[in-house]
């Protein structure tokens, strides 16, 4: 079992950054980054895959606006989220998965997740 623990979501003006941070409590294959809201599907945001050749996933909706970074050696995923619009509140869940290749569309792990509201 992996535990995940996101922190610093928040309140921010549109046009203005947060910082998301998550700490996983073991080696994990893969992380990202999903959003959820009542209205919408749940939508993967960023993915860093560290096996099967490793690759690195934006949605078009945060891409040139959110980066995402790893420290492997900490097991830790941060997302960087610059130009924050409205329609990018939601709660924000850490995911993660284990096994050679995976690459978190389906994971095997999720955070309690951390809100994110922006407002205009």
């Known amino acids: 079992q992996v535990q995940l623990v996101e922190s610093g979501g928040g309140s921010v003006q549109a046009g203005g950054s947060l910082r998301l941070s998550c700490v996983a409590s073991a080696y994990t294959s893969c992380m990202g980054w999903f959003r959820q809201t009542p209205e919408k599907e749940r939508e993967a945001l960023a993915i860093?895959?560290?096996?099967?050749?490793?690759?690195?996933f934006y949605a078009d909706s945060v891409k040139g606006r959110f980066t995402v970074s790893l420290n492997d050696a900490k097991n830790t995923l941060d997302l960087q989220m610059n130009d924050l619009k409205p329609e990018d509140t939601a709660m924000y869940y850490c995911?993660?998965?284990?096994?050679?290749?995976?690459?978190?569309?389906?994971?095997?792990?999720r955070g309690q997740g951390t809100q994110v509201t922006v407002s205009s």
């Open positions: 860093i895959a560290k096996t099967g050749g490793g690759s690195t």
């Open positions: 995911v993660a998965s284990r096994g050679w290749g995976s690459r978190c569309v389906n994971y095997m792990y």
